[in-house]
């Protein structure tokens, strides 16, 4: 539920911060929110684990466990088929106000369409994948919705180098 509201309604909360209380109070505003969250996992949240099974902070075995996670090929393919599209996703947010704001003309209020649409697709993916689990081999639809990616990441490139972009097809 987080990554399918919060990115709709960030903008939204940013947007009506930037043009009443200046670009500051979005910065004070995550401020506030970390506070909260912080406070509130420090009080609320218990330690779950056996105080028998507990283990101290040491970096050195720590890295280890990272060195045998990252050798192990199917983990590491694993993390790559869900962490390259993802980084993929928070570069086109980081470029939003650029290319929301100089090419498509909206103005900071207007920049919750492109977060509604971007989570949209994530919900419908998540979706479909969800139909696809046990019908279709993981490999597969892991292939597949790279093929789709890279499609419409090509369509995408192509349609902005060729024509003026504007909001109507550009999100």
């Known amino acids: 539920i987080y990554f399918g509201v919060a990115p709709a309604i960030a903008p939204i909360i940013g947007g009506w911060l930037f043009v009443h209380l200046g670009w500051h109070s979005i910065f004070w505003f995550l401020t506030g929110v970390g506070v909260?969250?912080?406070?509130?996992?420090?009080?609320?949240?218990?330690?779950?684990?056996?105080?028998?099974?507990r283990q101290?902070?040491?970096?050195?075995?720590?890295?280890q466990g990272y060195g045998q996670l990252l050798s192990d090929p199917r983990f590491f393919l694993l993390a790559l088929a869900s962490g390259v599209p993802f980084n993929g996703l928070f570069l086109y947010v980081l470029a939003a106000p650029e290319f929301l704001g100089t090419h498509l003309g909206l103005g900071p209020t207007q920049f919750f369409w492109f977060?509604?649409?971007?989570?949209?697709?994530?919900?419908?993916?998540?979706?479909?994948s969800g139909r696809l689990a046990g019908r279709v081999a993981p490999r597969?639809?892991?292939?597949?919705?790279?093929?789709?990616?890279?499609v419409i990441s090509l369509v995408n490139v192509a349609a902005n180098a060729l024509w003026t972009p504007h909001a109507s097809w550009a999100m």
């Open 140 to 150: 597969r639809q892991i292939r597949w919705g790279f093929m789709i990616m890279v």
């Open 56 to 63: 101290p902070f040491e970096v050195r075995s720590l890295m």
């Open 115 to 128: 977060f509604v649409l971007n989570i949209g697709g994530i919900m419908a993916g998540a979706w479909v």
């Open 36 to 53: 909260v969250l912080w406070v509130s996992n420090w009080k609320l949240l218990p330690e779950t684990l056996h105080a028998d099974h």
